[in-house]
């Protein structure tokens, strides 16, 4: 316990109860050991040796216990062993190659664990005086109770994150039932998955686990796909999800355990399988904070009103990272946290800003987004283009074998001025990068033509796509115009 | 033939011969159909109508025929092929693939050829008005001999390519000597291979070949593997290339046939294997133009002086492309070739500009710059710090199992310019593309901290050596101090 620490503390006698209870105050305390919450603590600790850090645990962060990292490893093993069936293509014999899925969830397992305790090591120098491992409560608007104790904090921030939601008649279906918490720990790949939700996790799991040989049925509501929003690229992006795996589009009306495993109700259809992994949403971890104790109205996601500081309307309680549900994603998890956590700078620049979003999904090819996408594109005023680019024909992705892919980036009409792109594309997520910071940087469709591309890339694609939306922008004549004179016919090579 | 051609035909009576030669005369001669001289064809049949391409075949660029991308399909099929070693980390069994390496030639040439089509076909629409298949041949500072025509040009823009350069007694080795010219024709791959010049061209055909099962010594001057600078990067890559292939670094002194094959000699040592692959570098197509009949002094390359367009000083002759040997890339060739090409702008903004320099090695993992190199800025007036990261632990590429790469990166000590950087990297040819992109634009190291960095991914990687570099630019306070505050230790997890 540090020195300030000592210092706050007194004790008090309780009003109600006549209990003695300990007081203890703090200059920061943060609930939650998460991405956001530790990314708070490091600000913190810059300024201040009195914080404390609330975990009811398990520590490790929800990303790399049971989040991006044991998705990506099952998913990049999911891609490795794919290639085995391009050995055809390139002149090699039938690869018989068999899985152990056993193996293979011991060795996501041993990454995960890797990528756990990277985090907990990180942890290290202050856990020992500033940790506590217990389950925190409101009971007022500036107090909460800790193990009996009650804890006051100039500034209290809420990085509790999120968990997956499962609708309370879908749980009675039991173990067969599992959502990406528990998913991991299963011993075996089950041989056939009913997969509910269709967004990012649903999609980028559906897919390696398909490629890694189980019989996969993915349920979306309709147009849910990967959240591709552009019409054109779902359009493009489903017959490909298609040829690897059966896709449901429609709203689940009942899971059930079942003599099979499972079955999945869709209106008068029934669908069964050996398991089935929940992925339908996540919702903010809020249920033992006992929220109502702030003394406002808590949404139907159990949330208080925030402003736009991530503030409890009139109070020092911050809601950052997942938990506030405003950008689910961890580089803005991390940012939230560091924004809050940190001590206001004298200096504007250090003023965080909005940037450009990006998200990602890992599927392969990836479907990403850069900046807006087509759907607010569409429901805002702005007077946009689009241009357009497939890889079916690329130079480099047919060499890759990986001649799979589009993408369409969006402009502002009058100016070239890039406003977003989605992306269904080898390499997307670097693609994606790209895009992001040339929107983050505020460059136009003609700053973007001008830089280099090597060859023979993927980044040459997009300078398909990039060519073609320079066309549709309404400058006359068109900056620069040489650089637009070498647009291939479609499905040719393009140099 | 062209109206406007015919208008300016005629006839003279030469001097010296008696002999009747026809004269014609056109606004535009561009001889060599290569991606330069393609590039200056599209600009120049944009205003006018009276010009020639000439090229002595074959047809289909060098890039495209026998360059990048024979070697890239080469290149892919090794790291497709090369996926099954990572199989038992997965947890599949032994994969017992064996490769037809006749049947994978085949997928390279079959694949090259659609890429010569896509560039033929492209062609179509000019080809039979504005083509000659015939050897030019200068015979004055402004004049041509083509088939025992005279020809006449208002603009000479010679886009002949380069060949590779093999030093006349090697080429006695007779038919186990192949450059890449004649490499793709081989039948079958060899199962030893010499391969002479440990540059781009060198060394990932090496590691690819190597990868494919053929016994691989590379041969190198010393510091010369992969055109790498930056001597911490080659300590830390060499190893790894040497884990693959045998790397002699020396200066090979004789290269002979031999019964085994063919034999190669560096100082005392010989080395013996079945073919060999000389890739020592390549010199300016130029032997059959006589340009001494240009009038002016040529250089050891045979090449007469440049002015800073290209131009040969006091003509109407320009140099573009690989021909010139200034930046022998296809994007730059390309630009080249447009930028002479094209009638002069009235809109300045349309004015060629030098761009950031990007250049890629395609191995697995790739080798790139972007912007300057360690020696350019260590041989330079600039007063620049470094930051480092290596990709050894970072999150995503434990997840790939491709955790073995290394980034530099190079700002200026008193305002973090970005000047420029060398990579070792897993996607290093999309990392290059997103720094040298932000080297073009002039960003500093603080701007590119404050971008979005999604994860996991391996910019995340980039972001590591741009949090280190930032700590060392001399500004305090640093800008946007927050960003900086994530640096995990090496070799642990990065969130």
């Not at 975990?55 to 962060?61: A, N, V």
């Not at 390696?208 to 929003?229: C, M, Q, Y």
């Not at 690897?244 to 209106?267: K, M």
């Not at 796509?465 to 040489?482: F, G, M, N």
Request: charged share 25%; with cysteine.
């Amino acid at each position: 316990m540090s020195l300030l620490t000592i210092l706050h503390r007194h004790k008090e006698k309780t009003g109600s109860s006549g209990e003695e209870k300990i007081l203890k105050h703090y200059e920061v305390l943060i609930i939650g050991a998460g991405t956001a919450g530790l990314s708070a603590q490091k600000e913190v600790a810059k300024t201040t040796d009195n914080y404390l850090v609330v975990d009811s645990g398990p520590l490790g962060t929800t990303c790399a216990r049971v989040g991006c990292m044991p998705s990506k490893v099952l998913i990049e093993a999911a891609h490795i062993f794919q290639q085995r069936t391009k050995f055809n293509a390139i002149g090699a014999s039938a690869c018989e190659s068999k899985l152990d899925s056993a193996a293979l969830l011991r060795h996501v397992r041993q990454l995960r664990d890797r990528f756990v305790n990277g985090v907990k090591k990180d942890m290290e120098p202050w856990m020992s005086t500033h940790l506590r491992s217990a389950q925190a409560r409101f009971v007022g608007a500036g107090e909460l109770e800790l193990d009996g104790e009650r804890i006051t904090a100039d500034k209290i921030i809420v990085a509790t994150g999120s968990e997956a939601t499962v609708p309370a008649p879908w749980r009675a279906a039991g173990q067969v039932l599992h959502t990406t918490d528990t998913f991991f720990e299963m011993e075996t790949l089950p041989a056939s998955l009913a997969v509910l939700g269709a967004g990012a996790i649903g999609l980028e799991l559906s897919q390696a686990l398909a490629r890694l040989g189980v019989k996969v049925t993915l349920f979306g509501e309709p147009g849910s796909l990967g959240n591709i929003s552009d019409p054109e690229i779902r359009r493009y992006a489903t017959p490909r999800f298609r040829e690897e795996l059966e896709f449901v589009e429609g709203l689940v009306d009942a899971v059930a355990a079942h003599e099979q495993g499972v079955e999945i109700t869709v209106g008068s259809q029934k669908y069964h399988a050996e398991k089935v992994l929940v992925a339908i949403g996540r919702a903010p971890r809020v249920r033992d904070l006992n929220l109502k104790a702030l003394g406002q109205p808590l949404n139907k996601k159990g949330l208080p009103p925030l402003d736009k500081d991530m503030r409890v309307e009139g109070s020092n309680v911050f809601f950052v990272g997942d938990v506030n549900g405003i950008r689910p994603i961890l580089h803005e998890a991390a940012d939230q946290g560091r924004s809050v956590g940190r001590e206001p700078s004298e200096n504007p620049a250090d003023e965080p800003r909005a940037r450009a979003r990006l998200a990602i999904t890992f599927t392969y090819p990836q479907i990403a987004v850069a900046g807006k996408n087509f759907k607010e594109l569409e429901e805002s005023a702005e007077d946009f283009v689009f241009g357009e680019a497939r890889f079916d024909g690329q130079g480099r992705a047919l060499a890759k074998l990986e001649n799979v892919g589009m993408i369409r980036v969006y402009a502002r009409r009058t100016c070239g001025l890039m406003l977003g792109a989605e992306l269904f594309a080898p390499a997307g997520e670097h693609l994606a990068h790209l895009l992001c910071w040339a929107i983050d940087s505020e460059a136009t469709v003609f700053d973007l033509l001008r830089r280099p591309f090597y060859h023979p890339t993927l980044e040459e694609g997009l300078r398909t796509a990039l060519r073609d939306l320079s066309h549709k922008v309404e400058i006359e004549p068109k900056p620069w115009s040489y650089l637009h004179s070498m647009d291939p016919p479609a499905g040719t090579y393009c140099p």
